[in-house]
């Protein structure tokens, strides 16, 4: 059988290769180097060492994805059409398995070929001798990306990073823009060429701001980030994959319907998920709570993405800009603000909201302030809430409640009048809406919530009406068969059941 071996050929230095792979390139068989940029070279031509390089083919390819396969390829077929030898030798820098490309596609290729193995044999990386430059321990957090395919989303900032393949003044240029995106300009990186290689190791620690000014890029040098202060391993986990899901469903290969939406013909979408968060919330199905979350975080979620493609923001600045402010506006618990109960903390909370407005607050009418778009119940609970801040408002409960037989009285007088049907209809419904007013008031002083109490009651009557049905059904009746008086004993019923 052939056989290819692949060997890793270390960091740079003979000292750093293993003697398990000096003795596989010194046996005999043909040897092939990926390339001569790398300090091992030299020595190894000290060593009489007979081989052959493919940096001819980064001359004639358009780019390294065809360099790559053109060298998986032509092993292939020097290891078949070699009648003096079933074996060749591979050897690339560092570890096989460590960022090198032409091993994963040789892998692939030979996955269908029977008749030739692949042998690797691993050697020390790169990243071995950085962490001991470095003193980094692997257990605190550790992760290596790639400077050339790097996105904001692929930073762990809680923990230690290092960023590889930064070859140029230009890449590193590239590369800050989007570290600035996340860190600090003054936070520090660590720019290393050659690391542990005698007479070429070079480093530097500069400011994030700094990293392209440095003039000594070459294949060589990767770039170290510390984790970032006030970072958690929670950074990592995001809502990217979900993003990924809607970027694609928006791209011109996506779905039609997803495509034509914009924020205006998602509002209702908005809305109803928001209800059916809360319809699970009041069944206490901790099921389909979880279910209907990822429906609601799928519309914002969708929001975000059309703001994106607008020019407007993206994922990372919503949940930025929220959790910003929710640590802002906890002093008490992230700062050293002493608080002695809720009161103290809604009044931080205000004060805090005022301060961070500023000059862009704008002076105006109180009511201006209002979103008009609320659904009226919740309307009126805020409109309450801006007159009571500045001081109009009942005293106490009492008087809410005389202002609903008040406006009850008022609503009475008006169904007994005679005239015009819409002027009627027109005062008959303002009446009525006065009522509605006067009872929100009074559920905000007793502190309960206008719109879930409503709620809570209309799922109560749904739950005596389904009693009431399925009842009618197991007598073998129909709806034309009942009278009101024998529905309401089965009413009854469902409320001493407790439904």
Not at 14 to 23: D, K, P, T, V
Not at 205 to 220: A, G, T, Y
Not at 228 to 244: R, T
């Amino acid at each position: 059988m052939k056989e290819i071996v692949v060997v890793g050929l270390g960091p740079g230095s003979f000292a750093q290769l293993s003697m398990g792979a000096w003795q596989y390139l010194s046996e005999g068989s043909p040897v092939y180097l990926r390339t001569s940029q790398h300090p091992i070279v030299e020595e190894l031509r000290a060593r009489e060492l007979e081989f052959t390089t493919f940096d001819y083919l980064y001359e004639e390819k358009a780019d390294f994805t065809e360099v790559y396969d053109s060298i998986a390829a032509e092993l292939i077929g020097k290891v078949k059409n070699d009648p003096l030898s079933s074996r060749i030798i591979y050897g690339v820098p560092g570890h096989p398995f460590v960022g090198e490309t032409t091993v994963k596609i040789l892998g692939e290729k030979l996955s269908g070929e029977t008749g030739i193995k692949l042998t690797v044999i691993p050697g020390m990386s790169f990243v071995d001798v950085l962490l001991n430059t470095l003193k980094i321990d692997l257990l605190s957090g550790f992760t290596i990306l790639d400077a050339l395919n790097l996105s904001k989303e692929r930073l762990h900032p809680a923990q230690h990073q290092i960023l590889t393949q930064v070859y140029s003044r230009l890449v590193a240029a590239d590369l800050k823009l989007t570290l600035l995106e996340i860190y600090p300009p003054e936070h520090p990186v660590t720019v290393i060429r050659a690391a542990e290689i005698s007479g070429e190791e070079r480093w530097a620690q500069v400011q994030m701001s700094e990293l392209d000014h440095l003039d000594w890029f070459d294949h060589l040098t990767s770039v170290y980030l510390p984790p970032l202060e006030g970072s958690s391993v929670f950074d990592q986990y995001s809502l990217k994959p979900l993003a990924n899901v809607l970027d694609k469903l928006l791209s011109p290969e996506g779905c039609p319907w997803d495509r034509e939406q914009d924020h205006f013909s998602l509002k209702p979408c908005l809305v109803e998920e928001t209800y059916e968060v809360i319809e699970a919330i009041d069944c206490r199905d901790l099921e389909k709570l979880k279910e209907e979350l990822g429906d609601l975080m799928l519309q914002v979620v969708f929001h975000t993405a059309l703001a994106e493609r607008e020019g407007g923001f993206d994922l990372d600045d919503v949940i930025a800009g929220i959790t910003n402010k929710m640590v802002r506006r906890h002093p008490h618990v992230f700062g050293e603000v002493a608080v002695e109960g809720t009161a103290d903390v809604l009044k931080n909370w205000e004060e805090i909201k005022k301060a961070e407005k500023g000059n862009n607050m704008v002076e105006g009418r109180v009511m201006d302030k209002i979103n008009r778009t609320l659904p009226a119940m919740l309307l009126a609970q805020e409109v309450q809430k801006k007159a009571q801040k500045v001081g109009f408002d009942w005293e106490n409960i009492s008087g809410p409640l005389e202002k609903i037989n008040e406006e009850l009285q008022e609503f009475k007088e008006v169904l007994s009048l005679q005239g015009k049907e819409e002027e009627n209809k027109a005062r008959i419904e303002e009446e009525l809406g006065d009522i509605l007013f006067a009872v929100v008031n009074v559920a905000r002083f007793a502190e309960v919530s206008p719109e879930t109490a409503l709620y809570g009651t209309i799922q109560k009557f749904i739950r005596r009406f389904n009693y009431i049905e399925e009842e009618i059904m197991a007598q073998g009746l129909k709806w034309e068969g009942t009278n009101l008086h024998f529905l309401e004993e089965i009413w009854q019923k469902a409320k001493i059941k407790g439904l």
